[in-house]
């Protein structure tokens, strides 16, 4: 499922998405345009929602997401524009 993303910082997002979910519940997301040399899904649990934007915290589980959550953090540091993801 598609949504988008914004106010995202380093340590999660607000993400805009038509998703059943709740506070506590777990989520993947992976960033498709924004981070396209270092691709891949980010798990993330949902903290907060007002109808349909949610607020998550990135979580990564593994170090391949750890490596993606850096390359996010750089990214954010340099040029920042609001990224297209995906959702599962």
Not at 21 to 49: Q, Y
Not at 52 to 67: L, Q, S
Request: aromatic share 6%; hydrophobic share 45%; charged share 20%.
């Amino acid at each position: 499922m598609d949504g988008f993303a914004s106010e995202l910082n380093q340590g999660g997002m607000a993400l805009c998405a038509p998703l059943a979910i709740e506070v506590g519940d777990e989520i993947t997301v992976e960033f498709t345009a924004f981070l396209s040399s270092a691709t891949g899904p980010l798990t993330a649990v949902v903290r907060n929602f007002h109808g349909k934007v949610h607020g998550i915290e990135f979580a990564p589980k593994t170090a391949a997401e750890e490596r993606m959550l850096d390359a996010l953090r750089n990214r954010l540091c340099q040029d920042v524009a609001f990224p297209d993801l995906s959702l599962s």
